[in-house]
Each structure stands twice: as structure tokens, then as C-alpha cells.
């Protein structure tokens, strides 16, 4: 019988591999809906929300971090850091939606960057396996489409269905980070290894996530810019 850390060596190794290629296509759909929107400014403002977001999840996670449970910590941090990411929905109420779910998408993106940064520099002065960078890599992507699947389904939808995307990337998060604190409270190595596996479907789902999401968010283009896409074509 493996013993919990080596699932959890495993599992990393999944996240590298399973989650990587996951986040390329889930990124590269996002991309491509975003590509469709028109330019606007975002860089400044998502920085700032990413920035604030992260200090705000931070704050709002700490009491959790006191009480010693991982697993507690696991999904404090799947319902606090994907709902701080939707914060430029409250400071930019009159924007556009395709420039909401802009900024949103670039909040998950900085959020991702400045969390991984600080994880990283840590890995490194604690001379720590490199491998586990290339995790904080994948989480970064992990971020940025989870952000874009819950904007894509709260700005698109309608009634209850309109936070399925953000109910979706709240368990994601949560079940992503489960198995390596599951590991280090004692649970039973059956236990991790059930985790790990969620995990890893949670991942291979979140490709698919964000292809729906991608279809909702084409709804949020300007009228004009949809003829002029279509006058354009041969």
C-alpha cells in the first residue's frame, strides 16, 4: 500500500500533466473568446482587483488557517478566492459585460500570478522539489479559467443556472487543493488517493467547462461587432 505522501508525488505529477493540458485548452478557449471582445484597457484595473482580491482572500481565510483544519482550509479557499475574483462586477458596474467578463478573467490571471510568485520563492528558499513550480503554473492557468467560467455563466445566464459556472469553480478549487492538506491532517491514505482522484476529474471537466463557457460568453458581443465579424466573411 502507497503511503499518502507518495499519492500526493503522484498526484502533483497528474496536476503537471492532466492539469497542464486541461489548462491549455480551457486557456486557449478563453483566449479565444477574448480576442473576440473589443479592446479595451484592463491590465491596471485587473492588476488592482487581483492584487486586492488576493489580500482580501488572505484576510478572509486567516480565521479558518487558526482553527488547524485542512480540510476546512480547502473550502474556505474554493468559496473565498473564486468569489473575490468576481469583484470588478461590483467596482465597474456600468461596464459592458464582455468588458466585466474581461476584467474578471484578468483578475483570476493576476490573482494566479502574484499567489504563485510568493509560493514559488518560498519553494525555492526552501529548497523544495522544482517540480512543484511547474504545479504553480498550472494553478495559475487553473485561476485564470475558472474565473472566466464563472463570469461566463453569471453574465449569460438567467434564474439559478447563472451560478453554475461559479458553484462549478468553487468545488474545482476546493477538491484541487483537498488531497495535499487531506495527506497532512493523517486521513487515510484511501482517502487521499479518492481525492486525488475527484481531483483529476475535476480537471479533465474543467476543459470542457470552459468550452461552454466560451459558447455563453460569445452572447456578450456587441451587436456591431457580430456584423461586422459576419460582413467580413468570405
Known amino acids: 500500500m502507497l503511503a499518502a505522501e507518495r499519492v500526493i508525488e503522484y498526484y ?29 484597457g484592463w491590465l491596471g484595473r485587473a492588476f488592482g482587483m487581483g ?29 473565498v478566492e473564486e468569489s473575490v475574483k468576481l469583484l470588478p462586477l461590483a467596482f465597474f458596474r456600468d461596464a459592458q459585460k464582455w468588458e466585466k467578463w474581461k476584467l474578471v478573467a484578468g483578475t483570476g490571471l493576476f490573482l494566479g500570478l502574484i499567489e504563485g510568485l510568493a509560493y514559488t520563492a518560498g519553494i525555492i528558499a ?14 495559475v492557468g487553473l485561476h485564470t479559467v475558472w474565473a472566466a467560467v464563472s463570469a461566463s455563466f453569471l453574465l449569460s445566464g438567467s434564474g439559478w443556472k447563472r451560478f453554475s459556472g461559479l458553484a462549478f469553480s468553487m468545488a474545482a478549487h476546493a477538491v484541487y487543493d483537498l488531497p495535499p492538506l487531506a495527506a497532512i491532517e493523517g486521513l487515510p491514505v484511501e482517502v487521499v488517493t479518492s481525492l486525488a482522484a475527484i481531483s483529476t476529474a475535476f480537471m479533465l471537466a474543467t476543459a470542457v467547462m470552459a468550452e461552454k463557457a466560451a459558447k455563453l460568453a460569445t452572447g456578450l458581443i456587441p451587436e456591431e461587432e457580430e456584423k461586422e465579424e459576419l460582413t467580413s466573411l468570405p
Open 126 to 139: 526552501l529548497g523544495e522539489s522544482l517540480y512543484l513550480a511547474g504545479v504553480r503554473v498550472v494553478l
Open 12 to 40: 502533483f505529477g497528474v496536476v503537471v500533466v492532466v492539469g497542464g493540458l486541461s489548462v491549455l485548452l480551457g486557456v486557449k478557449r478563453t483566449l479565444r473568446t477574448w480576442r473576440r471582445f473589443p479592446e479595451v
Open 51 to 79: 492584487l486586492l482580491a488576493l489580500i482580501l482572500a488572505s484576510i478572509l481565510e486567516l480565521p479558518v488557517l487558526l482553527l488547524g483544519s485542512g480540510l476546512a482550509l480547502a473550502a474556505a479557499a474554493g468559496l
